[in-house]
């Protein structure tokens, strides 16, 4: 299968592609509601408030009434769709549990800034836990598209389906490397890169970072698959165990803290249904720390290289 | 058809009996804030609100949250009087496989507009029914029912603040005020005076009144929906009311167990005379399985 073809690494950021996105779709919707935490040019929202000002909904800077209001609003009809950055989002996981999760009310909450990716903000605005935290709640569907076309597709993905989700944007300029007639079901592992020897499984900014690993690992013979899992939960068990076992040795990519991240979840599905050698490259741990995202990823070791190197290690294990 | 504060007495009067059969029957449960509240849950759910099993697909239809959840045995008692919940539901709180849930959950009893039991969250809740309906140019009416404690979660003053923002006049929130929480006092825990100050200093309409008399619960609920502002009912009520050796007594919030004696002396208070007493327990003692 060839690989996409990478399309610089400053493209359209996946917030302003979900911003776009949300407010097309609100504008044939009327029960799209958008409610914003006072961040709206952070979370791309600002498209809504401009193309469809009746369905943004200021809701101040208090994300624990925003959350448990609209698990209300949703009782009423609604789809309001949460958004904030994703560590303020924690502030109101509880909100998440109770009056979203627990209620399985059709409320999405899509947050920006997540990881990373975030860059010189530092530590208090990276958000490394997201993903550990949101998909250990019932009923929650946990999703991170990979560049901005899959960003789009899955905007309307998460208001055609009907019960809560999380979704996660980003800040930065992303690389755009999907299709445009590429097909995004929840649920459903992409299978971006066939190989026979390894298998990289990835979510959001480091899809592109594993793909140019693979370009760099093919040119030492090593034949690397590349899964996009932009469905954290529920995961695509099949996809990801078939893939195991016919490569025999799986490295994740995930710009989250390693601990109940994607490497935590790949590793779970494994440990019961096919193990393999695995190697995890995500955050050790650690909070983050200024910089820019680029820097970040080599300090960090999430970058291109960190994957390469995973991908060396884990080959001396199979 | 309009219930005659008489009527309303007697509701209570049998809501009261059996709340405390359930929690009787449970094990655990929390009597105090049960009986403080149920003449303002027979108020509006009985009188203020329409909530019927005829409506619950309606998506117009008015809504009723119970946020301070631990009461929950109040609200199924008199689920139970308007056909939402059958006896046998009722009276196995807390059992494994009852919808007669600890705290009210949704995923168990359909006609539930929130799950609670996280203090702050109904409100919340409320707020956002009261959005979507005046978003919408809906007719509901949408009352939370709060409890005192649970007015120090910071989560209370941002949904506080939201409804006075968004001039939620279709919400009015009552305060179940029985001036006790779990361990203490309000005051020696976390003071909320001048509580209408507060709720006035929000852009509230605000109405103090006694929570156990009916002409001042049905008085109130008119201004609140005459009033263009949401509305706050400061309840007063007395924690066990209707109980006297519950009355006031901290201990008596929860979650804790009845004994025999305490359900026989709790009944003979609340009407049942002595010697039907036995066949009352022996009807009303249910298990789930």
């Not at chain 1, 078939?242 to 590793?267: K, W, Y």
């Amino acid at each position: 299968m060839a690989a996409p073809k990478l399309i610089g690494s400053q493209g359209e950021s996946l917030r302003e592609a979900f911003g776009k996105a949300i407010s097309t779709l609100a504008i044939n919707d009327k029960r799209i509601v958008v409610l914003d935490g006072d961040v709206a040019g952070g979370t791309g929202t600002h498209h809504v408030r401009r193309n469809c000002p009746e369905q943004f909904i200021q809701m101040g800077i208090a994300e624990q009434n925003m959350v448990s209001a609209a698990a209300g609003m949703a009782q009423t009809g609604l789809i309001p769709i949460v958004t904030t950055f994703a560590v303020f989002s924690l502030r109101a996981i509880e909100q998440c549990r109770l009056s979203v999760a627990c209620q399985n009310q059709n409320v999405k909450i899509v947050a920006s800034h997540p990881g990373l990716d975030v860059g010189p903000d530092g530590a208090s605005a990276q958000c490394l836990e997201d993903i550990a935290m949101y998909r250990a709640i019932p009923n929650m569907t946990v999703i991170v598209p990979s560049d901005p076309i899959e960003m789009e597709k899955a905007t309307a993905a998460i208001i055609e389906h009907d019960g809560p989700v999380y979704m996660r944007t980003g800040r930065s300029g992303a690389p755009t490397f999907q299709s445009s007639d590429m097909t995004f079901t929840i649920g459903k592992a992409q299978i971006l890169r066939d190989g026979t020897d390894v298998t990289i499984f990835a979510m959001g900014v480091m899809v592109a970072r594993a793909l140019r690993a693979a370009e760099t690992l093919s040119q030492r013979n090593i034949d690397a698959a590349v899964i996009n899992i932009s469905t954290v939960k529920p995961l695509d068990v099949d996809t990801v165990t078939q893939f195991a076992s016919r490569t025999g040795a799986v490295v994740t990519a995930e710009d989250h803290n390693v601990i109940g991240g994607l490497g935590s979840c790949i590793a779970e599905a494994l440990a019961q249904h096919s193990p393999a050698p695995m190697e995890m490259v995500g955050v050790k741990d650690s909070f983050g720390q200024s910089g820019s995202p680029d820097e970040l990823a080599s300090h960090f070791q999430i970058d291109e290289q960190s994957i390469v190197n995973a991908v060396t290690k884990v080959l001396r294990r199979k | 058809m309009k219930k005659t504060i008489e009527n309303k007495q007697q509701l209570a009067q049998q809501a009261r009996q059996m709340s405390l059969m359930s929690i009787y029957n449970a094990g655990s449960g929390h009597p105090g804030g049960t009986l403080s509240s149920i003449d303002i849950l027979v108020e509006v759910l009985h009188e203020q609100l329409d909530i019927t099993p005829q409506n619950q697909l309606n998506v117009e239809r008015d809504r009723f949250v119970l946020s301070k959840g631990h009461s929950a045995p109040a609200l199924y008692a008199i689920a139970n009087q308007l056909g939402l919940m059958s006896e046998h539901e009722m009276l196995t709180l807390r059992q494994l496989g009852s919808p007669a849930q600890g705290h009210p959950d949704q995923s168990m009893l359909s006609w539930l507009d929130a799950s609670t039991g996280s203090l702050g969250q109904g409100f919340s809740n409320a707020v956002g029914m009261a959005m979507g309906n005046q978003l919408q140019n809906f007719a509901a009416q949408t009352i939370v029912v709060l409890g005192d404690g649970e007015l120090q979660e910071g989560q209370v003053w941002e949904a506080a603040m939201c409804a006075s923002h968004f001039k939620l006049r279709n919400l009015t929130a009552v305060i179940d005020y029985n001036k006790l929480q779990s361990d203490d006092f309000n005051e020696n825990i976390m003071g909320l005076e001048p509580l209408s100050d507060k709720f006035s200093s929000f852009g509230w309409h605000t109405q103090s009144i006694d929570g156990h008399d009916f002409y001042e619960l049905s008085s109130a609920f008119n201004n609140a929906r005459n009033s263009p502002k949401p509305s706050v009912i400061i309840a007063n009520t007395v924690k066990g009311k209707g109980v006297s050796y519950m009355e006031n007594i901290p201990s008596w919030h929860g979650s804790v167990e009845m004994t025999e004696s305490n359900i026989v002396d709790a009944l003979t208070e609340l009407g049942i005379e002595s010697d039907s007493i036995p066949a009352f327990l022996e009807r009303f003692s249910i298990r789930w399985q």
